[in-house]
Every structure is written in C-alpha cells, then in structure tokens.
C-alpha cells in the first residue's frame, strides 16, 4: 500500500512563486510515476506534470510548460513541483498521485493524496 500526503499550498500573489511537496510511504517502489493535478471549482481534474521515480524523465502540461518544475528525491521518498510565475488560473486543489504506468491520465492513477489548496490572488 501506497500513501501520499501533500504539502505546502498557499495564498501567493500573481507572479509569485509556490513549492509544493508529496510525501510517499508504503511500497513507493511498486509505482513507475508520481503525477500532479489539479482542480479548480466546476473543472474536471487536470493533469499538471508527471515524472518517473527512476529515470526523472518529465512530461508537463501546456499551460504550466516553463513556468512549473517537477522533480523528486528519491531518498526522502519525495515529490515536489515548483511552481514560479503564478497565474490567478493557477487557483486550485492541486493532488500528487501514483501510478504503475507511464500517463497523464487521472483515470490511470490508483494512489491520490488528499490535496492541498493553492490560490493566486491577481
């Protein structure tokens, strides 16, 4: 079994900076990837970023490509995404997930942390 709890979300400034943390515990080495999404009020959920636990190879969104940054530390168990340039459409419950595959579909992610608030004021 999996865990993950995120940490971190906040109250930021348009064009500030956020750095966004997922704690991992149980059998991390039973999943491929760690993905972030999020989900504003009345949107589906979205993929933001994803990264493999071994290579570090990375996939981002359109709309978060050069602004966000992915990464992990495979010794702490841990998962982060630093988000810069914030954007009031930015504003959303962000969640980190595992999944076995490689994929930026929500749908193929079987381990969801409990998610963490991030709001943009402009």
């Known amino acids: 079994q999996v865990q993950l709890v995120e940490s971190g979300g906040g109250l930021v400034q348009a064009g500030g900076s956020l750095r966004l943390s997922c704690a991992a515990s149980?059998?991390?080495?039973?999943?491929?990837?760690m993905g972030w999404f999020r989900q504003a009020p009345g949107n589906k959920r979205e993929f933001v970023a994803t990264?493999?636990?071994?290579?570090?190879?990375?996939s981002y969104s359109k709309s978060v490509a050069g602004r966000f940054t992915i990464s992990r530390d495979n010794a702490k168990n841990t998962g982060y995404l630093q988000m810069n340039s914030l954007k009031p459409e930015d504003t959303a419950v962000y969640y980190c997930a595992a999944t076995r595959s490689w994929t930026v579909l929500p749908g193929d992610y079987d381990v969801w942390g409990q998610g963490t608030q991030v709001t943009v004021s402009s």
């Open positions: 149980g059998r991390t080495f039973s999943r491929f990837a």
């Open positions: 990264i493999a636990w071994s290579t570090g190879d990375t």
